[in-house]
């Protein structure tokens, strides 16, 4: 056989090891979140903020929670700049491993009864290591899946690592239900049984490090994407991608933070407030439904079906109608749905007439979830060229995690205990972000058909259908 009739090259990394590469990591990523998110509800008030009053003690809880949507941004500049410079598979391995030890170790920390106020101090620096870690995750993951999908089929590749969030959060709460069975518990709704609150929250941080390594092994199987390799090649890499990014792109990165503005604080309403709002009595916190931590988070599972059912499916339809045109129309649905939140979220005399309009909200709330999430994956990265799009795609989505995801629970909670109970406040605050979300994609450009192998600015271009599709 000829060189000429030689079989073409198969691609670097094949689909299987780029969409396992890719999921892996954000399921661990939100598996851990999650794990710290109910470990705030159920027992980090007691055990690490103890307070007189509950309210105080889940809100002190709640900020350290958000305090490591601070650090994200200054993960997303430190590996941003590593990915652009080195590339995304060193970065994605030195981000997975800093997350799991940092996860691991909040596994281990002693509580206030036993070391006082170094408890809670030692707790926060972990979550701030957390969130420095993550700062850098999900680019790199993006950034592997896109990068090496298929012509006309980004956004679908694109939905993989989204679809950790629902597994992360499914294996999580999966867990704690699991720890509440096993061990020895009185009728406590909210796990306060002695074996829980000594030893059994610990079982889920510690238990990341088994799917640590099996991240890990995935990883240092990947090589790097042609399009970085190409790059590299042609000298578009930037000594400081950072300056570049603001100096070329600041435009694209104020749009890409408020693009996922609404999309934050959905995501944290639907998991973090409401199980809060779900399982608080009305006598601890007025306004709560009172239903059983289980039963609860059982609802949220349902709705998490759907949460990653509808974001492999906003993949398909985005790679046909556009990134901009799906989430414009799911944005103002957000709104609607924010509006709405006292007609669903509220105590009811029959209890199972409000068990069924809040498993209702679950799945509508989860399903908006998944299809604002899915494209988020292939549109943040399309904002910008291969030498900056690590740095500009994780600035982006890190910092809306501050405006949105880590001020969004205590602002819940503030706004619920405001409105003595009523969650009217807390569904006007969604509908107000995504409000902000819907005019930045109005003032954005449809990223479909942009040329994602381009190097640098210079020869950043979208083809004509492209343009046509942006003029209109």
Known sequence: ????TATPAA??????????????GTTIEFYDFYVYATAAVLVFPQLFFPSGNSTTALIASFAVFGAAMIARPIGAIVFGHLGDRRGRKTTLVISLLTMGIATFLIGLLPTYHTVGVLAPILLLALRLTQGF???GEWSGAALVATENAPKGRRAWYGTFPQLGAPLGFIIANGLFLIINYA????????LKSEAFLTWGWRIPFLFSAVM??????VRLKLVESEAFNAAEKRGAIRKLPLSDTFRLHWREVILGTFIMLATYVLFYLMTSFTLTYGTASQSAQPGGLGISYINFVLMQIIGVIFFGIFTLLSGPVADAIGRRRLLIWVTVVIIIFGISFPMWLSLRPDAMFTGALTQSFLIIGFTLMGVTFGPMGALLPELFPTNVRYTGSAIAYNVSSILGAALAPIIAVALWAQAGGSTVLVGVYLAAASVLTLISLILSRETKDTNYDASSAEDASLDGDALAGASR
Do not use: E, K
């Not at 056989?1 to 000429?4: E, K, S």
């Not at 691609?11 to 892996?24: D, E, G, M, Y």
């Open 11 to 24: 691609p670097l990394n094949s689909p299987a090891r780029v969409i396992t590469a890719s999921l892996v």
């Open 1 to 4: 056989m000829t060189a000429n």
């Open 133 to 135: 870690a993550i700062g």
């Open 183 to 190: 061990l020895p518990h009185p009728t406590d709704t909210l």
């Open 212 to 217: 640590v390594i099996v991240g890990l092994w």
